[in-house]
């Protein structure tokens, strides 16, 4: 509780100044004015610079406003914050690096901060995945999910998402029987996935096969996300 009262207490009027000024600074980020967003964050950091956390907001809007060098330097005072906040401000440090520099110096930055921690968890490792799945390094992707996969077992809420991004990755690579096996498999865990349903009717469509089963799962897709127009657009083609 005394930790807790440093870094915020409510009988402390400067960090209910503070706080009220942060809100107003989070309401100007997400309408997308982030020079208003800024001023008012300083305002807040001044009643209260113990508030470590709240630096976050203020790094991305630096990152927003594409102040790269600011951005960087705010995620690496949020480094030293704890593993979570390091692993946050390491994700966007490489995004950081591969506008400024290139993809191979991202992914050689973000592998040697993830050596550096000790026993990562499941998040770290799905984070990774992505990483490299949004960069088309679909290998490297599928090895990152199958450590989550080893990790987390069928009634996690994340697995069904795991093994339908194993199967985009498979199929990006032609990969096809392994590509539907993942699939299929995040639909046996959790069925009304209509994206899903839609991903793998979908690629059945482009090499003519299983059509009226392709139809039937873009009818259920269809049932449980009206008025999608990707659904719809499958479900015509169909």
Not at 86 to 93: D, E, G, L, R, S
Not at 109 to 130: M, S
Not at 131 to 142: T, V
Request: glycine share 2%.
């Amino acid at each position: 509780i005394e930790k807790v009262k440093k870094l915020y207490n409510c009988q402390n009027l400067n960090h209910g100044i503070s706080e009220l000024f942060y809100i107003i600074a989070n309401l100007y980020s997400s309408e997308k004015e982030y020079r208003n967003s800024n001023f008012y964050f300083r305002i807040s950091n001044f009643f209260n610079p113990d508030f470590g956390p709240n630096i976050i907001l203020l790094a991305q809007n630096l990152y927003e406003l594409k102040q790269y060098d600011n951005a960087l330097q705010e995620f690496l005072k949020l480094r030293k914050l704890g593993n979570q906040y390091n692993w946050y401000a390491v994700k966007n440090m490489a995004n950081i690096i591969e506008i400024q520099r290139s993809l191979s110096d991202s992914v050689i930055f973000l592998e040697n901060k993830v050596k550096l921690i000790k026993n990562p968890n499941y998040n770290i490792f799905y984070d990774l995945a992505n990483f490299y799945r949004d960069n088309k390094q679909y290998e490297k992707s599928i090895e990152f999910y199958t450590k989550v996969l080893n990790l987390i077992d069928d009634n996690n809420v994340l697995t069904p998402k795991v093994y339908y991004r194993i199967g985009t990755c498979y199929e990006s690579l032609g990969e096809y029987k392994f590509s539907e096996k993942n699939i299929k498999k995040s639909l046996s865990l959790l069925p009304d996935q209509p994206y899903v349903l839609n991903y793998l009717a979908y690629s059945w469509l482009e090499r003519k096969i299983n059509l009226k089963e392709s139809i039937s799962m873009l009818e259920k897709a269809n049932s449980l996300k009206e008025n999608d127009p990707y659904i719809i657009d499958s479900l015509g083609w169909g």
